[in-house]
């Protein structure tokens, strides 16, 4: 399926490429599928490209004095690419507390949302998300899925300091921090598994096309995992997805 993308400059040496403004699967496939067919012909002068839910950052060494040149061959890639097999993934299981000395806020949904708390809790561990793609900080996985009746404004005012590995939701989506940060989303409980680790070989475990499913843990749980997330012993569940 060929979507109806938008190319324009960016700055004085890259080209944004834009598809149509929603979170949804069809579109990351063929944004994905797109990203390798650009870097497998090895374009010159190219050094980047990065992407969110709907747009990819094609980002190239020097300053470009044509950029018309760079966007007709750009869509000539895109016309012209062969049909995308989906490539496997992985389904990563993230064992969550949400007992409420880690879930801040869980009461203040409940109340704005009109849902008791082990319902919120019952609705995020019911779903499968979608990584979208990683960023804002290393390891934080931008997710899709998120059941509607979960979805609340972010913070007025955003705490100076969030815990690492706080599950969260901001708007319509959910996310886990990776490391301690600012931030405004609202929290609900707290994965004891590490999300970025950069003296690991591969540093964040999951890539954009994978999915993530949260499964609850008490307590007591919690602080064992830390103990063999700590000792670098602990082995994340997960299972091959069929592409």
Not at 63 to 92: D, E, G, H, Q, V
Not at 127 to 149: E, H, M, S
Request: hydrophobic share 40%; aromatic share 10%.
């Amino acid at each position: 399926m060929d979507f109806k993308l938008t190319y324009k400059p960016y700055g004085e040496r890259s080209v944004l490429i834009e598809w149509p403004a929603v979170i949804k699967e069809n579109i990351l496939h063929d944004l994905l599928h797109f990203k390798d067919v650009v870097l497998s012909k090895n374009i010159k002068q190219l050094v980047e490209i990065k992407h969110t839910y709907n747009s990819l950052l094609i980002i190239y060494e020097h300053i470009n004095s044509n950029f018309n040149n760079k966007i007709s061959t750009l869509k000539t890639l895109y016309l012209t690419r062969s049909n995308a097999i989906k490539p496997p993934s992985r389904l990563w299981k993230i064992p969550v507390c949400y007992d409420t000395s880690f879930g801040l806020d869980l009461e203040e949904i409940s109340i704005i949302n009109k849902i008791a708390i082990k319902d919120i809790i019952t609705l995020h561990t019911g779903a499968i998300y979608t990584v979208y793609f990683i960023g804002f900080l290393p390891g934080f996985l931008y997710l899709g899925g998120l059941d509607n009746r979960l979805s609340i404004s972010r913070k007025p005012t955003p705490r100076l300091n969030i815990e690492k590995g706080a599950v969260a939701i901001g708007g319509n989506q959910t996310g886990v921090y990776p490391s301690q940060s600012p931030g405004g989303w609202q929290i609900i409980g707290n994965s004891p598994i590490s999300f970025f680790n950069p003296k690991d070989e591969i540093p964040c475990f999951a890539n954009a096309g994978d999915k993530i499913m949260f499964y609850p843990i008490t307590t007591n749980k919690h602080n064992d995992i830390k103990t063999l997330v700590n000792a670098g012993v602990y082995q994340l569940k997960s299972e091959a997805i069929d592409g």
